[in-house]
């Protein structure tokens, strides 16, 4: 198994308070992803990484943001968390990136966060 | 556009069973990779396999085999005599190969498989 953590695993938060998500991995991946995962929506990409200080929008990036200052840490951040933005959210790696070999994501167990 | 459907949301198979699963894909790239990964209830997602376009070959793996038709633009999994720990949600995905698509994986709606005793 990939070595992907990510922390908190469970949060309850109240609207309009900041929540900052930890992805953290000791496989010294280059490409860095999070995830929410929906009801009815599957897995939507938020933002994704291609390396330390190098990150980019995915679709569903509107009210959340990223930084990525060592290779092995990827923080996701809501800056004032709405109750829409409770999910759970899934960080991946990989060690190349979609569309060229060797591309398949592993992912982290999963933070399930609750916005009252 | 790229699309990946899985059109059956939920099977129902009794333990022993032979299952299939499908997935069909839409892109207008030659090159492409598809996925499959599985959510079992613990919530964790696993990655089971990816195949490349250019190599059509069916593969296995233990009860698991993919067969992989271009002419159909399907990927579909079988998993053969079904266990209970195969219950699962599983997806399938696409990326393709072009700069367009900003190297996304492209999610379907996933197959809730349930296995029963």
């Known amino acids: 198994d990939a070595g992907i953590t990510q922390s908190p695993r469970h949060k309850v938060t109240e609207t309009g308070t900041p929540v900052t998500l930890r992805c953290h991995q000791t496989?010294?991946?280059?490409?860095m992803y999070w995830y929410r995962q929906d009801p009815g929506h599957g897995l939507r990409l938020i933002h994704y990484?291609?390396?330390?200080?190098?990150?980019d929008k995915g679709e569903v990036s509107d009210g959340y943001s990223v930084s990525r200052s060592k290779t092995e840490d990827f923080l996701l951040t809501l800056e004032s968390a709405t109750s829409s933005q409770t999910s759970v959210y899934f960080c991946?790696?990989?060690?190349?990136?979609?569309?060229?070999?060797?591309?398949?994501?592993?992912f982290g167990p999963g933070t399930r966060l609750t916005v009252l | 556009a790229q699309k990946v459907t899985q059109a059956q949301t939920e099977i129902s198979v009794v333990e022993k069973e032979d299952v299939t699963l499908d997935c069909v894909y839409e892109?207008?790239?030659?090159?492409?990779?598809l996925f499959w990964y599985k959510q079992p209830p613990s919530g964790e997602l696993v990655f089971l396999i990816r195949?490349?376009?250019?190599d059509e070959q069916n593969e296995i793996s233990g009860r698991y085999s993919w067969n992989f038709q271009k002419s159909t633009s399907s990927f579909n999994f079988t998993i053969t005599a079904s266990q209970v720990v195969d219950s699962a949600v599983y997806f399938c995905?696409?990326?393709?190969?072009?700069?367009?698509?900003?190297?996304?994986?492209?999610w379907g709606a996933g197959t809730k498989l349930i296995i029963k005793p």
């Open positions: 995905a696409l990326s393709e190969g072009s700069m367009d698509s900003n190297y996304q994986l492209i």
């Open positions: 496989e010294n991946h280059r490409y």
């Open positions: 991946a790696i990989s060690e190349r990136l979609a569309g060229v070999e060797d591309n398949e994501q592993f």
């Open positions: 892109t207008r790239d030659t090159t492409y990779y």
């Open positions: 195949r490349n376009s250019f």
């Open positions: 990484s291609y390396g330390v200080k190098d990150t």
